[in-house]
Each structure stands twice: as structure tokens, then as C-alpha cells.
DNA sequence: AGCAGTGATGTTTTT
DNA sequence: CATCACTGCT
């Protein structure tokens, strides 16, 4: 958004606030005329919600209670109240979901809907912080580096920290940001999340703090900023500077946040600091769906949010308007069993419907056969594939099924695990890209020097500290052949030095980039052919953009999520399975829900079983996954399977489903039925 | 000194 | 299957 964009914004929405003050009070007497019918259209618990004017108020809405339909109505509501669309921040934790909403308030009033501001959390803070960066250190420029990127950088700080001749090895970079960025989101010392939940690194604990102070710096010499750094340097900015925090709240008077259950400290904080004195914060969410932990999310944001607010409403959605009574059945009885909770109980008025199954087989093939053919059967009975989903724990437990299903000519969508982005070809390009956008990323710069043959990291750094201490300037003439530069790297920087400079457009110069980094590809990759076609699609997507910050802000915080084979499939809009982790699959509805490997040490995951924390957690991911289906709901999963990872036969179907009482599920077994597989 | 190739080792979930 | 740590090669 352009600077002059918003400075109207703030003008328009302080106009309007006495016309707001206005119309809240006539309110309160009798009923304005409003285009839409709200109590007709919408039940009483989210008429209400939908109706809450000012002050602080918390939605408690169960799964599939409408909670999205309740959002969308209210900011239908507050448009036509006369509140400034500008003026409303609508803060979700996908952007998808926000621009869904505003599109269906938009069909549902008019087009102004569309004007409402939002976003996630971090799109949020990236737009702020292109503004306001320079007060707290950093260029407005400053790169956002996603998690492996944040992997890559303390990598590159992590070989001078292990100790020589060690008997234990040292925390992978993996491990060692995930610390880190427990510690940021849950505002705990880092010794402190060694202690609680990597003990077995506690010997190495000085070491972790010491490398992850210098991660730090490294980010701030660089003008880095991670995922973390966003929401950190958000708070920063608007506790230090009170200017800023002013120009926020003359620009949002009204606060509305979805799925707060998953929000953290921070984002906890952020949202009270936002709201100020005006207090027009409404929070909307599920404890029950709680899933994010291991993000530092906490259920505590939504079940202490009340007490932040000296007078805060709680409005509870119950009446489910997805599922069959059967399936609320099954749900309601796990998640009785959870530990903490607001006390909720989901009722339906939907017919009756068939008794979720529970299907064992007994290999993981037979599982993936089991599917197909279920699959097929519902499809025959008018059921169609976009409305059935496959959902699992992890992303690589649908290996097997994909194979089965592309044998069976079904075709699907997987959300989840390995992205178009983090492919490694697809990296590279955007290290390049970024480069040009801020040449002090360092990040992106080891990156790409390494691709080089005969560079290894020590080359790279020397190149890069060259870099940062000006002895190399990206330049239009080239001034690098009396510093002892190999020729490779000269090469390298004399484009990069081109594109810098250069007018072309963004997609231009991918399709530049791409042609010299085509040999590379060739030289690295067997499969070139293959991540070649997935440059294509980038440089397509890169058309979209005629503003580079704009192009690599959305690659890092809303990439997209499928790659070429898929995007083409979409646009002949088929009928499509959707195969997804369970965390993918929030917020989404299917008629007919397949849930797989529901085996003790799958799911729950043998990582999980350590602490009660996060069983519970497993059982919510289990609730989540449930309440995702209206009609249909298998649970299946395979016996004798022997895990690599632990030596053992897992064996035990999950703990979630087998003290399910046998009156509200129908359990099955596969066996043989000639060549088929028929169920008894 | 620094790179690249090789065999052992662990593998959740995402903005 | 990707990442890590070691070793031999330049």
C-alpha cells in the first residue's frame, strides 16, 4: 500500500468517526434500516455477535457454528452502520481466509467490503515495518527470511560452535531454530526451553545461547528479518514510538482477529497494544482447535483473553450447522475427554446420518486400496471428489495412497508438507531476486555463491564480507578483476550488478536470471528438466508483480502453495480430491472425510507422547479433523506396522479412537473377498 | 586451506 | 531423502 493511499484512509476514517458515534446511538434506540436482514439470516448466538457494537468481546465458536459466516456478516454490519472500511482490520491467520471473507461480505453488501484492511499477523507487521523500519535499525528494505532461510543463517554460525571431538552431537540447524524461535514467540529465555524441552542438550546450552545471540546481530548487519523478527520488531516499534502507535490507532478503530486460539504472546500483545483505549477488539475462536503450540501458540490467549479487558462480552456459538449428529457424537466424546476447556457441547439439527466407521487393515497398502475403492464407491453414490478430503497427521503419510490413487486415475491436490517454494531450484531464484531488492542479504548471497563449482562456504563468506564492507559494490562497470575474484563469481555479480540497474520489468528479469542460472541447473540436477518446468511457473507467477518488495513479500509470507502440475489442474475446474495434513485442513468442510494412519505412534505421533501437553494437543489435531466432515467420516488405519524410526510394530490403533464407545461407531476390518477387498 | 565426495544418521505440524 | 560429519583430493 502506498504511503499517500493510507494518509487518505486516515482522513476518511476520521471523517467518519462522528458519523459512526452517531448511528451507534441510534442504534441503541431502534433498529436502522439495513440492507440485509440480519436476525432472519442468522441464528441467535451469531446475531448477537454480529450485532456487538464497541468494547472488547470474545466469540467462543464451536466447529462449523459459522464462525466465518459470523465474521463476514459483521463487517457487513459495520459497513453499513457507516463504519470506514479502512478503518476495520481484520487479522487471520491465512491471508486466503481474510480475502475470502471480504469477498463473500462484498457479495453479500457491496463492493466496499473489499476496502476493509487485513491480513495475517506477519503480512500486517511487514506492512507497518516497510514504513517504519529506519526507527528501529533497519532499512525499509530489509529481506524476509522464511524458516530455512533462518536455517541457512544459523548454519552458517553453527560450525564455529561445535566443539571439536565431542561425545554428543551438536543441535542440527533445524533444532537450533526452532529453539530460538520458541524462546522469541513465548517470551522465554532460551536456557529456559533447553531445560523444558531439550534436556538432552543441556550440556550444550551455553554454546545454543551464545550462537543464537549471534544470530541475532548477523540479522540486524544484514537487515534480515525472520518470521519472528516481524511480529517482535511490530512490538518494538509500537512500544518505543508512541508516533507510530498513534498513527495506528487513528487508522484502525475496530479490530477483529480469527482463530485466536492459535495467536501467541506476541501476537497477544500486539493485539492489545492495537485496540488502546478504544478497546473495539474482538477475538474469535475455538479452544478445542487449538493446534499451533509447537509455534508457541497458547489456548491460554483465549481462555484468559476476558481478563485482559476490564469488560469484555463472550458470546458462544453452538449449533453446528456442518456435521450429522453421528459425527458431532464421536467429536463431542474426544473432546470431552481434553483437559482444559470452555465448556461447550456441539448440538446439530441435521437428519441422521450413518455412524462414522472405523476400518482397520491390515497392511498400509491394503489401507491405500481401502480408500480407492471407497473413494470410488462414494463418487458412484453422487458424491463428488472436490467434496471428499484424505487427512493425516504428517504429510508423508499419503506417500503410499498418492501412488494408489494415481494407478486409479483419481486425480487429487495435496495441501501440506513440501512446497513449490521450498523447492531448492525455486530457493535459488528467489535469493537472486532478493538480492536485488536489498544487496546487504547475506542469506541470499551464500546461497547463490555456493551454487558455484569450486566455492564452498569460506569462499562465500570472504566474497560476502567483501560485500558488506563496500570493496565490492554492485557496479555497472566492472571493477572486480583487479581484487582477485574468481572468474565465476565475477560472472555472477556482473549480472546480478545488470538486473540491479536495470528497467527491465520484474518477470524480465526472472527470465534473465533464469537463463544463466539454466547451466547451473543442468550441472546440479539430473532432473533439471522437471525443476525447469517449475521456473517456467515462477516466472509466470512473477508477471503478476510490477513491484519486487511486493513480489517477495507475498513469496515469503503467502507463497504459493502447489506446484505447475497442480495449477493447471485447477483451472479446468474438475472434480479434484484434496488430500491434506490436518493443520492445512482448518477452516475447510467436506461432505465425506477420510482420516488415515490412526495408529498409536502415527497419531498420535511417537513424538508427541512424551508429555501430556502435547497428547492433548494430538487429541485437538484429532477434533480438528472430525469435525471437518458433514456426512461421511472413516477413520482407518493398518496393524503390523513396523516403524523405522523406532524399532517397533506399532500395532495399537490410536488411544483416541479405542475407548469410542461401539454405539456411536461402526468398526470394520478388511479381509479378502476374492480379488476385491469387501468390508464386514 | 578449503572443496567435494562418501557413508552414517534421523524424519511433525506452518506464518 | 536430506542432512551431517568425516576424509581424501586439489
Given at each position: 500500500m502506498s504511503n499517500h493511499k493510507q494518509i487518505i484512509s486516515v482522513f476518511t476514517a476520521l471523517k467518519l468517526k462522528k458519523l459512526i458515534l452517531k448511528k451507534a446511538s441510534e442504534v441503541q434506540g431502534r433498529s436502522v434500516n439495513y440492507k440485509i436482514n440480519y436476525e432472519m439470516e442468522l441464528n441467535t448466538g451469531q446475531y448477537e455477535a454480529v450485532m456487538h457494537h464497541e468494547g472488547p468481546a470474545l466469540v467462543i465458536a464451536g466447529a462449523g457454528t459459522g464462525k466465518t459466516r459470523t465474521l463476514v456478516y459483521r463487517v457487513a454490519r459495520m459497513i453499513e452502520d457507516g463504519i470506514a472500511p479502512q478503518s476495520i482490520l481484520l487479522l487471520t491467520f491465512t491471508r486466503k481466509s481474510a480475502s475470502e471473507m471480504l469477498r463473500r461480505a462484498s457479495l453479500l453488501l457491496d463492493g466496499r467490503c473489499e476496502d476493509v484492511s487485513g491480513g495475517t499477523f506477519h503480512s500486517f507487521a511487514v506492512q507497518v515495518l516497510r514504513q517504519y523500519a529506519k526507527l528501529i535499525g533497519y532499512d525499509n528494505n530489509f529481506s524476509i527470511l522464511d524458516q530455512s532461510d533462518s536455517e541457512d543463517a544459523i548454519n552458517l554460525l553453527r560450525t564455529e560452535f561445535i566443539e571439536k571431538g565431542a561425545k554428543r552431537r551438536f543441535p542440527t540447524k533445524t533444532t537450533l531454530q526452532r529453539i530460538y524461535s520458541m524462546s522469541v514467540n513465548t517470551k522465554t529465555d532460551i536456557a529456559a526451553i533447553i531445560e523444558d524441552e531439550y534436556s538432552y542438550f543441556l550440556d550444550d546450552s551455553d554454546r545454543i545461547i551464545g550462537l543464537l545471540g549471534f544470530y541475532e546481530e548477523y540479522k540486524?548487519?544484514?537487515?534480515?528479518?525472520?518470521?519472528?523478527?516481524?511480529?517482535?520488531?511490530?512490538?518494538?516499534?509500537?512500544k518505543e514510538h508512541t508516533s507510530v502507535l498513534n498513527t495506528l490507532h487513528k487508522m484502525y478503530h475496530f479490530i477483529m482477529v480469527d482463530e485466536y486460539q492459535d495467536t501467541n504472546k506476541l501476537q497477544h500483545e500486539i493485539v492489545l497494544l492495537l485496540s488502546g483505549s478504544r478497546s473495539n477488539i474482538m477475538a474469535v475462536g475455538d479452544d478445542a482447535q487449538s493446534i499451533y503450540s509447537f509455534r508457541g501458540a497458547s489456548y491460554q490467549n483465549i481462555m484468559f483473553f476476558p481478563e485482559s479487558f476490564s469488560n469484555c462480552k463472550i458470546y458462544k456459538i453452538e449449533e453446528n450447522f456442518r456435521s450429522s449428529n453421528q459425527i458431532l457424537d464421536l467429536s463431542n466424546q474426544l473432546i470431552k475427554e481434553a483437559i482444559f476447556k470452555y465448556d461447550k457441547n456441539l448440538f446439530s439439527s441435521k437428519p441422521t446420518g450413518e455412524l462414522p466407521y472405523i476400518v482397520a487393515t491390515r497392511s498400509e497398502r491394503e489401507q491405500s486400496e481401502f480408500l480407492v475403492q471407497q473413494i470410488l464407491e462414494l463418487r458412484e453414490n453422487g458424491v463428488p471428489l472436490n467434496n471428499m478430503a484424505v487427512l493425516f497427521r504428517s504429510a508423508f503419510h499419503s506417500f503410499d495412497l498418492e501412488i494408489e490413487l494415481e494407478k486409479a486415475n483419481i486425480p487429487f491436490e495435496k495441501f501440506g508438507g513440501m512446497k513449490f517454494i521450498e523447492t531448492a531450484h525455486i530457493k535459488d531464484m528467489v535469493s537472486f531476486m532478493r538480492i536485488l531488492s536489498n544487496p546487504a542479504d547475506a542469506v541470499s548471497w551464500q546461497r547463490v555463491l555456493l551454487l558455484l563449482s569450486g566455492i564452498g562456504p569460506k569462499k562465500?563468506?570472504?566474497?560476502?564480507?567483501?560485500?558488506?564492507?563496500?570493496?565490492?559494490?554492485?557496479?555497472?562497470?566492472?571493477?572486480?578483476?583487479?581484487?582477485?575474484?574468481?572468474?565465476?563469481?565475477?560472472?555472477?555479480i556482473k549480472m546480478i550488478s545488470e538486473m540491479y540497474f536495470s528497467e527491465m520489468s520484474i518477470s524480465d528479469k526472472c527470465t534473465v536470471i533464469s537463463e544463466y542460472y539454466r547451466h547451473l541447473?543442468?550441472?546440479?540436477?539430473?532432473?533439471?528438466?522437471?525443476?525447469?518446468?517449475?521456473?517456467?511457473?515462477?516466472?509466470t507467477i512473477s508477471e503478476r508483480y510490477n513491484n519486487l518488495q511486493n513480489f517477495l513479500n507475498d513469496m515469503a509470507l503467502d507463497p504459493p502453495s502447489k506446484s505447475l502440475?497442480?495449477?493447471?489442474?485447477?483451472?479446468?475446474?474438475?472434480?479434484?480430491?484434496?488430500?491434506?495434513?490436518?493443520?492445512?485442513?482448518?477452516?475447510?468442510?467436506?461432505?465425506?472425510?477420510?482420516?488415515?494412519?490412526?495408529l498409536e505412534g502415527r497419531f498420535p505421533s511417537s513424538k508427541a507422547v512424551h508429555s501430556i501437553d502435547s497428547i492433548e494437543e494430538e487429541r485437538r489435531l484429532f477434533y480438528v479433523a472430525c469435525t471437518?466432515?458433514?456426512?461421511?467420516?472413516?477413520?482407518?488405519?493398518?496393524?503390523?506396522?513396523?516403524?523405522?524410526?523406532?524399532?517397533?510394530?506399532?500395532?495399537?490403533?490410536?488411544?483416541?479412537?479405542?475407548?469410542i464407545p461401539d454405539t456411536i461407531v461402526e468398526r470394520f476390518v478388511v479381509a479378502d473377498g476374492g480379488s476385491d477387498i469387501s468390508l464386514n
Open positions: 540486524k548487519k544484514h537487515n534480515l528479518m525472520d518470521y519472528d523478527d516481524l511480529l517482535l520488531n511490530l512490538l518494538r516499534l509500537m562465500a563468506a570472504q566474497v560476502i564480507s567483501m560485500i558488506s564492507d563496500g570493496t565490492i559494490k554492485l557496479s555497472k562497470a566492472d571493477s572486480l578483476s583487479e581484487k582477485g575474484i574468481p572468474e565465476n563469481i565475477r560472472e555472477m541447473l543442468k550441472q546440479k540436477h539430473d532432473d533439471w528438466k522437471k525443476r525447469w518446468e517449475d521456473i517456467e511457473t515462477f516466472i502440475s497442480d495449477m493447471e489442474a485447477e483451472n479446468n475446474d474438475n472434480e479434484i480430491l484434496t488430500l491434506s495434513t490436518i493443520h492445512s485442513a482448518k477452516g475447510l468442510e467436506w461432505q465425506a472425510v477420510f482420516i488415515i494412519w490412526a471437518r466432515a458433514k456426512e461421511y467420516l472413516y477413520i482407518s488405519y493398518p496393524i503390523n506396522i513396523f516403524d523405522r524410526e523406532s524399532g517397533f510394530v506399532l500395532s495399537e490403533p490410536s488411544r483416541f479412537i479405542s475407548k
